[in-house]
């Protein structure tokens, strides 16, 4: 770490308990010249205590420093850009392979260019956790847990190989084992820190903790006051690597709490509520922070779900200060007590702990909630944000099967071969408790054990046609749910554990009984999943579920009784108990008492302390993986899972510019809400996709075609996975569902990568056009990586998803947004024409340039659009072909100057 300017004579010495420690203290930087700032957001105030700790007149410069003075008067509306560096990085499997693929590649590009691959090593702290290739194949069952890690090393085994690689390669990373836990609630039970320290010189240097992650809920440590958000693999690289995160000095949307839950309301019903208030206000790129006296009335574990779910909503993070409960959770969660002592100190010092006597800071804007008004939901069928009170969940299902799949009324059930049940539109076949979301939160999940053992007292069952399934998100769950006897209570439901992990909110849900999955196709059935998560994009559940639906643990549990949308849980008859009485759902719904009683008695500071001792350790299995220790990796050319990426191939370490698009053609029309997972999906490879048919070439049969989340580090298998989700629509084609264009001008039907291929030995340019909120959901970077591989220059949309436009930028293909009101469908276009972009090599960032349009019949149209290149980094990286070209010339251009 470079020794700061300390222009503003800051940096200062505290002592707590026996040990000092240095600081960069906001007190003293307001007294010599910083004024104001302490009325800023404590999101800002952590952004401006990093510039102060990094001030260097070449990254950060004190006219940086001095925005902050002035941001009560702007708001975040200057535009001033900023150089961030996270404490640390936090990376899952699915994100974290392909990572550390491209690493291994930079190191041997290393060697080529630079001489040395040493110079390709982490900087910082990096953290990975082992959490997204678990799968429920097995359920229902005692033994489905076993089984299931049984199936996920043997799937797993050579990925897991180069994870220890690069364990060992490696320095400041490790691995978290498979079957530990969801990487999110890992990180809320025991790696944060909330303030982070580093010895440096002889001295003890505090400061917060802040941390970014290749996963977009990453936010979800916002709960626990740590500053942090999700990024794409690509950036998370180039922070590792020691480049600085540059961002606009952001606007900060203050949000209110007020009041108290009223009962039977959860932390769930609160999340989602404020996902549908904060998308419908525009929060995309801005921080949201949380105030008001409600927060004294919300656990930490209910911040923590209200965090998880900023991307939901869209914004780059969703804080909550210090206080007293994040002391109480450190102390109950097993910290260190030197390191809590640490926590209350600093933040009190440095004007960052909320209390009573806090003064509310300046936003940008302020939204309010009283939280008396937040009322049972479910969020369905394909976003987030389409919140329904439940009240009214069996009305709107009944709108959504007329609207979006043309039936009026519920068809004549079918009866399911072979089983002895029929199954009709809007059951419920997968019913499953998943996802840090809500597995981080006890109360949630002891009510959902609760709502299990008074349905299996009154004699009531789940239907024989769902799909039940527990994955917590760490094995402390598993300690408080038996030692409260609830897991009992919960396998008496068939929610057994099924692994600890994301499961279904990642698409992991396993295959449906085969009986009940051809049922589904033959009769074209409108079937429905009700899970936990935080997602519920098209085609991301499951290959044969329609309409998805996110609820709290406990709704999950009910719904998988009921075993039907069209089942109204506030109404109808769950069932008749043993005296053939009906049962409601609030004769088995418990109160806030209960609920309270059992996590006070049940949950202690043992389970984490005991849980997360070995917890880098792993199992027999696990320990069981060979992989030796060396600088380079050996790449198998032979391997579907692990394939050296081709972005170094030719690579000079000239610093490179940008030619114009010239003539390019339109592979694909989108409409609104384009998500990642429509992109590059991470669930089941279909048997006649692009991807299958490169596998089975490569002597894989369809039953280890494992998902496209698990192959990530093989470019061949994953660029021929996007665009290829099985609900995506290109409207350069009528009524067709799934990845598919034209090409012209021959007009020949096939898919996107079928075409995109031909267009590429044709050396034609490609483009995309889409609609709003491009790029939408997780921050996985293949949605870009791919876009990339497949020829496209650049995306055009009405506006972008903050992660998805970063990505794209990172891999050197240009975002640009409509300007006047414009858009694809105002413009007419069919698909049939060609775009010329030019002007690119003297772009600067958010400059508007003129793109011409050429239609089929000969018309030619200029418009407007605006670059969503937003600094001079950025603007380097596209110039560059990616970040990671620039960081490779970059380095290289730095051994020079160091060696003259």
Not at 17 to 27: A, D, E, V
Not at 116 to 136: A, F, M
């Amino acid at each position: 770490m470079n020794s700061s300017l300390d222009t503003f004579k800051c940096k200062k010495i505290i002592t707590v308990g026996q040990k000092k420690y240095t600081y960069f203290s906001l007190t003293e930087a307001e007294k010599n010249g910083l004024k104001g700032i302490s009325k800023l957001p404590f999101t800002l105030k952590i952004l401006l205590e990093n510039l102060l700790r990094f001030e260097d007149n070449r990254s950060v410069h004190v006219d940086d420093i001095h925005a902050f003075s002035t941001w009560s008067y702007d708001r975040g509306s200057s535009g001033i850009q900023i150089a961030y560096r996270p404490a640390r990085v936090l990376m899952q499997d699915f994100t974290g392979l392909p990572v550390l693929v491209d690493l291994a590649a930079m190191r041997d590009a290393a060697c080529n260019l630079l001489g040395s691959s040493s110079v390709i090593n982490p900087q910082i702290p990096v953290d990975l956790v082992i959490d997204h290739s678990i799968s429920v194949d097995s359920f229902g069952e005692v033994g489905a847990f076993t089984k299931n890690v049984e199936q996920e090393y043997k799937r797993n085994r050579e990925r897991y190989s180069f994870l220890k690689w690069g364990q060992k390669a490696f320095d400041n990373l490790r691995v978290v084992p498979p079957g530990k836990g969801i990487c999110h609630q890992i990180n809320l039970e025991y790696l944060a820190r909330t303030v982070w320290t580093l010895d440096v010189d002889g001295e003890t240097l505090a400061y917060p903790d802040t941390v970014v992650g290749t996963d977009s809920h990453t936010t979800m440590i916002n709960g626990l006051s740590v500053l942090g958000w999700g990024v794409g693999g690509i950036e998370a690289e180039a922070a590792m690597l020691g480049q600085p995160i540059t961002m606009l000095l952001p606007e900060v949307i203050g949000f209110q709490l007020n009041g108290q839950l009223t009962e039977g309301v959860t932390a769930t019903d609160l999340g989602l509520t404020i996902v549908q208030i904060l998308r419908d206000k525009g929060v995309v790129s801005k921080f949201v922070e949380f105030f008001g006296s409600g927060l004294n009335n919300l656990s930490l574990e209910d911040q923590a779900t209200i965090s998880n779910m900023a991307p939901e909503y869209g914004a780059t993070c969703a804080f909550f200060p210090i206080d007293k409960d994040t002391i109480n959770y450190l102390r109950f969660t097993g910290r260190d007590h030197q390191q809590i002592q640490l926590v209350e100190f600093y933040a009190k010092k440095q004007g960052l702990w909320r209390d009573h006597k806090t003064v509310d800071p300046v936003f940008t804007d302020i939204l309010s909630l009283d939280l008396r008004n937040v009322v049972p939901v479910v969020s369905g069928p394909k976003r987030p944000q389409d919140l329904i009170k439940l009240t009214s969940a069996k009305v709107a299902f009944s709108g959504v099967m007329k609207s979006e799949f043309g039936i009026f009324k519920p068809a004549k059930r079918v009866s399911v071969e072979n089983r002895n049940h029929d199954l009709g539109n809007g059951d419920v076949v997968i019913a499953a408790i998943t996802s840090c979301t809500n597995t981080s939160n006890p109360s949630v999940l002891i009510a959902a054990g609760l709502v299990a053992r008074k349905a299996l007292a009154k004699g009531l069952s789940v239907k024989p046609w769902v799909k039940t399934s527990l994955a917590p998100g760490s094995q402390v769950v598993t300690d408080y749910l038996n030692k409260a006897n609830l897991q009992r209570d919960l396998d008496g439901l068939g929610f057994h554990l099924v692994g600890y992990g994301c499961t279904t909110c990642i698409g992991n849900s396993g295959p449906l009984a085969k009986e009940i999955s051809q049922t589904i196709h033959y009769n074209d059935l409108v079937v429905c999943s009700v899970l936990s998560g935080n997602r519920n994009f098209e085609g991301r559940i499951s290959p044969d579920v329609r309409a998805n639906y996110l609820a709290s643990p406990p709704l999950v549990v009910a719904y998988a009784i009921a075993g039907s949308l069209y089942v109204d849980l506030t109404q109808d008859s769950l069932g008749q108990d043993y005296n053939g009485c009906s049962v409601y759902l609030r004769d088995i719904w418990p109160s806030s008492k209960e609920i309270t009683a059992i996590i006070r008695k049940n949950i202690d500071e043992s389970m984490f302390k005991s849980r997360y001792k070995d917890v880098f350790k792993g199992d027999q299995q696990w320990r069981a993986i060979d992989a030796r220790k060396s600088d380079t990796y050996s790449w198998d050319s032979t391997s579907t899972y692990i394939k050296k990426p081709p972005y170094f191939q030719g690579m000079s370490t000239e610093f490179g510019k940008v030619t114009d698009i010239k003539n390019a053609r339109v592979l694909a029309l989108f409409n609104d809400s384009i998500t990642t997972d429509h992109i590059s999906p991470a669930g089941r490879i279909l048997g006649d996709s692009p991807a299958a048919t490169y596998l089975v070439s490569h002597q894989v049969p369809p039953m280890e075609f494992n998902s496209y989340g698990s192959r990530r580090g093989h470019h061949d298998v994953m660029v021929r996975g996007t665009f290829s989700n099985i609900r995506i629509r290109n409207r350069m084609l009528d009524n067709v569902e799934g990845g598919y264009s034209i090409h012209y001008p021959s007009g020949k039907l096939g898919t996107i990568y079928d075409i995109a291929m031909r267009y590429q030995n044709e050396k034609v340019p490609l483009v995309i056009f889409s609609g709003k909120e491009y790029g939408t959901g997780s921050s996985r970077d293949w949605a870009a990586k791919g876009t990339y591989l497949l020829g496209i220059r650049a995306v055009i949309a009405e506006s972008f998803e903050r992660i998805h436009r970063s990505n794209l930028v990172g891999m050197g293909v240009l975002p640009l947004i409509f300007t006047n009101g414009d858009s694809w469908v105002s413009l007419g276009f069919s698909g049939k024409e060609r775009v010329t972009l030019s002007g690119l090599s003297d772009l600067s960032p958010r400059q508007e340039i003129n793109a011409q349009i050429q239609f089929d019949h000969g018309e030619k149209k200029t418009i407007t659009l605006l670059s969503c290149i937003d600094t001079k980094d950025e603007l380097d990286y596209f110039h560059n072909g990616g970040i990671l070209h620039y960081v490779l010339r970059h380095l290289k251009f730095s051994t020079c100057n160091s060696n003259v």
